[in-house]
RNA sequence: GGGCGGCUAGCUCAGCUGGUUAGAGCACUUGCUUGACAUGCAAGAGGUCACUGGUUCGAGUCCAGUGUCGCCCACCA
């Protein structure tokens, strides 16, 4: 039979395809996106898919991917964490689990209503102008283009998401877990609505919590004002007595309700009790003492501002003083600010500080370094401000939550960032929920005429007011909507249905890991773990993993606006998904930044590169006994030599290594593992032994067939491990590689391989063996030997591994380009022939010298002087200082008594090897 | 004002619970179209592990402090 008829009778009797052959380029463009289709047309990413293997059995493994704000296209940023947790799927699917990825995506309500509002303007409209209704069809439209975009980049990564179950936070399962949400809270206590001193960005006209507002450092003015106090004979403000405050917000002036000073400070003393009087409004304010006031500070006495400054608020609340709001929506004086009503803040400023002069109260001006909060979104500077608003009360969640991690219910990776939710989570302060957008979450709340409060869950609002009865047309509902991160923090299980009982909450709830980027620890991770804990009575994820920001090459943060950022999809057009995917997670260290560039992406398309290649090799080496379509099969244990041994044990060791770095989230070590398993050990030595081992005549077709298999084997391990990193070159690769019954169609589902035994005998000898190999190279290489000329050898072997050199003749033959080999006793030719080149590795050593041939009768290499003294005499050195140190510590009885046994065994055995190769060396240069 | 992190080869970074000679990629030098791969192969050069002190038989690794860069938290007008 003809090996093509064989071929096709095969495929027929097994009713699949043949195995196609590898093309001879690597070039993911041509395969990655037929291989995404592959996977979806076979329904293996869902648990329960079509093409799923899971077995029921083990427990589930779930990620809910943390939703990208849905405002535009992704960035490398969502590439790392698509990568790091699509590696951990693909890993759990793997090994069996069931596996649940949630892909979604997050309405983001304040970002994306900055974004839109900028679109908006270019076409000549306001967020005012086009009106709520119009306003929110427009936001859909935009992001139902953004959505679009954004999913083709995940699948694109590679993402094996389950594209059934993909959520928005703004679809309907969403808004009802908030609705429930909420009114759980607000039942038990836990969300309560109140007047308070809030963080108001004016550009962006609503409030925003705590964490949105970043301080600034900025350098100021501190101003020196002078209040007049009151003459109490007349009622009136006396010319000359006076009390100077400092501020750096004279437009704050206008709202002005006490003047404070430190209780004991013997420079006001006098003045206590007495009334001053806040020019321009013409109002007279006490001046009370409070031991908030720092007396070395400006004048030490401070102006009280109660609805604009937190000191000011909380010391205002102390003293019963009233509250005066003098700023409005845009930041601009209000009515209350008589004569400055309507001027922006800072014109305002400009104009009390050039009238305080005028009037001669102005007493100094010094620049001042201070801290301003600025909105996150639009970097407006932030003001404090009295408004009603709805809070969540956090300290009870924060406990539950702390008790979480502290009992180790919930783990965070790195550990270190323990320190950081702690003291996050200690110091927490309530959590202003209220927004005044409209892209968002409306809050359930109904307000009654008599200002009574309904909240319900219920879409279609109360039938009547919950306090006083009051029938439902008299109602009204919030305006404000929620904080984005409202409905984010409920994520993890409002994507599985969440509040119903469904099966999938049942299933895949509580979730695996939560894996995202350590800027939003507080902001997302800490409100999923407070409500979660709260409304699910469970923590919603086992392990937080969190990751580092990327950054460009040369560390700046990637943005948009500073025009730095990468696309994913150029990337991937350019170097694969499989290269992005593997510099992603290469350079991911738990917790720290990377520097993202060119240069790794290079790293990863060679690598992938090479494990094509090396497979296309692997594949064309099968032996002539081999069918074309032979199902595969562990090679004959009885017919392995030692290279098959080593090739066998260090793929042993990858594995152990990989399965090492996934359990304890070390992912870097998990891509170095496999670089070095692949490309160091398995081609740079495995590949070019066994190509000895193929090439020689005098091995059986058997054992050749052995280490053939030996070579499947081991690239069958390979893909199957680098398959969570590099989904699609693996996939190929699987493609055209022998597989057996057990096999599925496609790797994604494949089983995750085990260690096979590591051999240590083997290791020993063919690591003993390729030491030698490169001191052989690297003599040739100083000897300045034609590196295609042959050389004759006689290897000095101690006679424990004298049989195993001998059965390493033809690898040494070969890499070594050696020829006639021998294998002798050691110490048969202690000095070296006159000419030859000597070469000394830990227990072996050589001597190569130039075949004997017809016409020339000497067998001279080394340098002119016999040999190359130089290079032994360096040798030499550096051994003999190898073993000074060695004989120094264990001359010392501190190290004898105290070093455990094997680090002094290990030092014996060592110090003994090196005596040795000093001794030969040493005879060598004649010494 | 607290807290955390980085500081290791020219560059970017590994180095887990302390154990002989500190590694990788890129860049560099020399030489190779060796029938898997030039997206490659071989050989090589390059580091007082920021500094000071301590613990230890032994410290890049642990402790204390210093410097420097960065991040997080924090209501001082």
Same mark, same amino acid.
């Given at each position: 039979?003809?090996?093509?008829?064989?071929?096709?009778?095969?495929?027929?009797?097994?009713?699949?395809? *043949?195995?196609?052959?590898?093309?001879?380029?690597?070039?993911?463009?041509?395969?990655?996106?037929?291989?995404?289709?592959?996977?979806?047309?076979?329904?293996?990413?869902?648990?329960? &898919?079509?093409?799923?293997?899971?077995?029921?059995?083990?427990?589930?493994?779930?990620?809910?991917?943390?939703?990208?704000?849905?405002?535009?296209? @992704?960035?490398?940023?969502?590439?790392?964490?698509?990568?790091?947790?699509?590696?951990? #799927?693909?890993?759990?699917?793997?090994?069996?689990?069931?596996?649940?990825?949630?892909?979604?995506?997050?309405?983001?309500?304040?970002?994306?209503?900055?974004?839109? =509002?900028?679109?908006?303007?270019?076409?000549?409209?306001?967020?005012?102008?086009?009106?709520?209704?119009?306003?929110?069809?427009?936001?859909?439209?935009?992001?139902?283009?953004?959505?679009?975009?954004?999913?083709?980049?995940?699948?694109?990564?590679?993402?094996?998401?389950?594209?059934?179950?993909?959520?928005?936070?703004?679809?309907?399962?969403?808004?009802?877990?908030?609705?429930?949400?909420?009114?759980?809270?607000?039942?038990?206590?836990?969300?309560?609505?109140?007047?308070?001193?809030?963080?108001?960005?004016?550009?962006?006209?609503?409030?925003?919590?705590?964490?949105?507002?970043?301080?600034?450092?900025?350098?100021?003015?501190?101003?020196?004002?002078?209040?007049?106090?009151?003459?109490?004979?007349?009622?009136?403000? /006396?010319?000359?007595?006076?009390?100077?405050?400092?501020?750096?917000?004279?437009?704050?002036?206008?709202?002005?309700?006490?003047?404070?000073?430190?209780?004991?400070?013997?420079?006001?003393?006098?003045?206590?009790?007495?009334?001053?009087?806040?020019?321009?409004?013409?109002?007279?304010?006490? #001046?009370?003492?409070?031991?908030?006031?720092?007396?070395?500070?400006?004048?030490?006495?401070?102006?009280?501002?109660?609805?604009?400054?937190?000191?000011?608020?909380?010391?205002?609340?102390?003293?019963?003083?009233?509250?005066?709001?003098? @700023? =409005?929506?845009?930041?601009?004086?209000?009515?209350?600010?008589?004569?400055?009503?309507?001027?922006?803040?800072?014109?305002?400023?400009?104009?009390?500080?050039?009238?305080?002069?005028?009037?001669?109260?102005?007493?100094?001006?010094?620049?001042?370094?201070?801290?301003? %909060?600025?909105?996150? $979104?639009?970097?407006?500077?932030?003001?404090?401000?009295?408004?009603?608003?709805?809070?969540? !009360?956090?300290?009870?969640?924060?406990?539950? *939550?702390?008790?979480?991690?502290?009992?180790?219910?919930?783990?965070?990776?790195?550990?270190?960032?323990?320190?950081?939710?702690?003291?996050?989570?200690?110091?927490?302060?309530?959590?202003?929920?209220?927004?005044?957008?409209?892209?968002?979450?409306?809050?359930?709340?109904?307000?009654?005429?008599? &200002?009574?409060?309904?909240?319900? /869950?219920?879409?279609?609002?109360?039938?009547?007011?919950?306090?006083?009865?009051?029938?439902?047309?008299?109602?009204?509902?919030?305006?404000?909507?929620?904080?984005?991160?409202?409905?984010?923090?409920?994520?993890?299980? /409002?994507?599985?249905?969440?509040?119903?009982?469904?099966?999938?909450?049942?299933?895949?709830?509580?979730?695996?890991?939560?894996?995202?980027?350590?800027?939003?620890?507080?902001?997302?991770?800490?409100?999923?773990?407070?409500?979660?804990?709260?409304?699910?009575?469970?923590?919603?994820?086992?392990?937080?993993?969190?990751?580092?920001?990327?950054?460009?090459?040369?560390?700046?943060?990637?943005?948009?606006?500073?025009?730095?950022?990468?696309?994913?999809?150029?990337?991937?057009?350019?170097?694969?998904?499989?290269?992005?995917?593997?510099?992603?997670?290469? %350079?991911?260290?738990?917790?720290?930044?990377?520097?993202?560039?060119?240069?790794?992406?290079?790293?990863?398309?060679?690598?992938?590169?090479?494990?094509?290649?090396?497979?296309?090799?692997?594949?064309?080496?099968?032996?002539?006994?081999?069918?074309?379509?032979?199902?595969?099969?562990?090679?004959?244990?009885?017919?392995?030599?030692?290279?098959?041994?080593?090739?066998? +044990?260090?793929?042993?060791?990858?594995?152990?290594?990989?399965?090492?770095?996934?359990?304890?989230?070390?992912?870097?070590?998990?891509?170095?593992?496999?670089?070095?398993?692949?490309?160091?050990?398995?081609?740079?030595?495995?590949?070019?032994?066994?190509?000895?081992?193929?090439?020689?005549?005098?091995?059986?077709?058997?054992?050749?067939?052995?280490?053939?298999?030996?070579?499947?084997?081991?690239?069958?391990?390979? #893909?199957?491990? @680098?398959?969570?990193?590099?989904?699609?070159?693996?996939?190929?690769?699987?493609?055209?590689?022998?597989?057996?019954?057990?096999?599925?169609?496609?790797?994604?589902?494949?089983?995750?391989?085990?260690?096979?035994?590591?051999?240590?005998?083997?290791?020993?000898?063919?690591?003993?063996?390729?030491?030698?190999?490169?001191?052989?190279?690297?003599?040739?290489?100083?000897?300045?030997?034609?590196? &295609?000329?042959?050389?004759?050898?006689?290897?000095?072997?101690?006679?424990?591994?004298? +049989?195993?050199?001998?059965?390493?003749? +033809?690898?040494?033959?070969?890499?070594?380009?050696?020829?006639?080999?021998?294998?002798? *006793?050691?110490?048969?030719?202690?000095?070296?022939?006159?000419?030859?080149?000597?070469?000394?590795?830990?227990?072996?050593?050589?001597?190569?010298?130039?075949?004997?041939?017809?016409?020339?009768?000497?067998?001279?290499?080394?340098?002119?002087?016999?040999?190359? $003294?130089?290079?032994?005499?360096?040798?030499?050195?550096?051994?003999? %200082?190898?073993?000074?140190?060695? !004989?120094? !510590?264990?001359? =010392?009885?501190?190290?004898?008594?105290?070093?455990?046994?094997?680090?002094?065994?290990?030092?014996?055995?060592?110090?003994?090897?090196?005596?040795?190769?000093?001794?030969?060396? $040493?005879?060598?240069?004649?010494?």
């Amino acid at each position: 039979m003809t090996s093509e008829a064989r071929e096709a009778k095969g495929a027929t009797a097994k009713g699949a395809t *043949a195995r196609p052959e590898l093309p001879k380029a690597y070039v993911p463009a041509e395969f990655e996106a037929g291989i995404y289709e592959r996977w979806l047309a076979a329904d293996v990413f869902a648990p329960d &898919g079509a093409g799923s293997r899971a077995d029921p059995s083990l427990p589930t493994f779930t990620i809910i991917q943390p939703p990208p704000n849905i405002t535009g296209s @992704l960035h490398l940023g969502h590439a790392q964490r698509t990568a790091v947790e699509d590696l951990y #799927i693909r890993h759990a699917r793997m090994r069996g689990h069931r596996t649940l990825f949630l892909p979604g995506l997050d309405h983001a309500s304040i970002a994306a209503q900055y974004v839109l =509002d900028k679109l908006i303007a270019t076409e000549g409209e306001t967020r005012e102008s086009l009106g709520r209704e119009r306003y929110l069809e427009r936001m859909w439209q935009f992001i139902n283009a953004t959505r679009e975009v954004m999913l083709t980049q995940q699948r694109g990564l590679g993402a094996s998401v389950d594209w059934k179950r993909l959520r928005f936070t703004m679809d309907e399962g969403s808004a009802k877990a908030v609705r429930v949400a909420f009114e759980r809270l607000y039942r038990d206590g836990l969300a309560y609505r109140t007047e308070a001193l809030i963080n108001w960005c004016p550009g962006c006209r609503t409030s925003v919590s705590d964490l949105e507002t970043i301080p600034t450092p900025e350098t100021g003015t501190l101003w020196t004002v002078r209040y007049h106090l009151i003459d109490p004979a007349t009622g009136q403000p /006396s010319p000359s007595e006076t009390i100077s405050v400092a501020t750096t917000r004279p437009e704050a002036i206008l709202g002005d309700t006490a003047v404070a000073v430190h209780p004991d400070d013997p420079r006001y003393s006098g003045f206590v009790g007495r009334s001053a009087r806040v020019p321009f409004v013409e109002r007279d304010v006490p #001046i009370v003492t409070d031991a908030a006031v720092d007396r070395a500070f400006g004048t030490g006495a401070v102006k009280i501002t109660p609805a604009h400054d937190p000191d000011d608020y909380e010391l205002g609340k102390r003293h019963g003083l009233p509250m005066i709001t003098v @700023l =409005d929506d845009a930041a601009a004086i209000n009515d209350a600010g008589d004569g400055y009503t309507g001027l922006d803040r800072y014109e305002a400023r400009r104009r009390i500080v050039e009238d305080l002069d005028a009037r001669g109260d102005l007493v100094a001006a010094t620049p001042h370094e201070m801290v301003v %909060g600025r909105c996150q $979104r639009s970097n407006d500077v932030i003001e404090p401000r009295l408004k009603t608003q709805w809070f969540v !009360r956090t300290r009870p969640l924060a406990e539950a *939550a702390l008790a979480a991690t502290r009992s180790g219910e919930t783990r965070i990776v790195p550990a270190r960032f323990d320190k950081v939710w702690e003291h996050w989570l200690t110091n927490i302060r309530d959590w202003n929920v209220s927004r005044q957008l409209w892209w968002g979450h409306r809050i359930p709340a109904w307000y009654c005429p008599d &200002g009574h409060i309904t909240v319900t /869950s219920d879409p279609a609002g109360p039938d009547a007011c919950e306090v006083c009865g009051r029938p439902a047309s008299e109602l009204v509902q919030e305006l404000d909507i929620f904080d984005t991160w409202f409905s984010s923090g409920l994520w993890p299980f /409002s994507t599985l249905g969440w509040p119903d009982a469904t099966d999938d909450l049942r299933t895949y709830y509580p979730t695996s890991i939560m894996e995202t980027g350590h800027d939003i620890l507080f902001f997302w991770v800490a409100r999923m773990m407070m409500l979660g804990l709260h409304l699910t009575d469970a923590p919603p994820f086992h392990t937080v993993v969190l990751s580092g920001l990327i950054r460009d090459e040369r560390g700046v943060r990637m943005s948009k606006t500073r025009g730095n950022s990468i696309d994913p999809l150029d990337v991937m057009a350019e170097s694969g998904a499989d290269a992005m995917r593997f510099a992603l997670i290469h %350079g991911g260290t738990p917790g720290l930044d990377q520097r993202f560039g060119h240069q790794k992406l290079e790293t990863g398309r060679n690598f992938a590169n090479k494990l094509w290649n090396a497979s296309r090799f692997v594949l064309g080496a099968r032996p002539a006994g081999v069918p074309s379509d032979a199902e595969r099969q562990a090679p004959d244990p009885d017919r392995l030599g030692l290279v098959e041994r080593w090739i066998r +044990s260090r793929t042993a060791a990858t594995i152990e290594a990989v399965d090492r770095g996934i359990a304890e989230h070390l992912l870097p070590e998990v891509t170095r593992a496999l670089y070095d398993g692949i490309w160091s050990e398995f081609c740079d030595w495995g590949l070019e032994m066994a190509k000895a081992r193929l090439a020689d005549a005098s091995l059986s077709a058997a054992e050749r067939e052995a280490t053939w298999w030996t070579l499947v084997e081991s690239i069958d391990t390979f #893909i199957r491990l @680098l398959h969570p990193v590099m989904p699609y070159v693996t996939e190929a690769i699987w493609a055209a590689t022998p597989h057996d019954g057990a096999d599925p169609e496609l790797l994604v589902v494949a089983s995750w391989p085990a260690s096979t035994g590591r051999d240590a005998a083997a290791e020993e000898a063919v690591g003993e063996v390729l030491d030698l190999v490169r001191g052989i190279r690297n003599a040739r290489a100083e000897a300045n030997i034609e590196p &295609g000329a042959w050389l004759a050898a006689t290897v000095f072997a101690p006679d424990d591994v004298r +049989s195993a050199v001998s059965a390493l003749g +033809s690898v040494i033959e070969r890499l070594a380009r050696v020829r006639p080999l021998t294998v002798a *006793a050691t110490g048969v030719a202690a000095a070296a022939s006159a000419g030859a080149l000597a070469v000394v590795t830990g227990r072996l050593e050589a001597s190569l010298s130039r075949p004997a041939t017809a016409g020339a009768a000497t067998a001279e290499v080394a340098t002119a002087g016999g040999v190359d $003294r130089e290079r032994l005499e360096r040798e030499l050195g550096l051994v003999e %200082g190898r073993l000074a140190g060695a !004989r120094a !510590r264990l001359a =010392d009885p501190r190290f004898l008594e105290r070093a455990p046994a094997h680090v002094v065994d290990g030092a014996r055995a060592s110090e003994a090897d090196l005596a040795a190769q000093a001794a030969s060396l $040493r005879a060598k240069v004649g010494r």
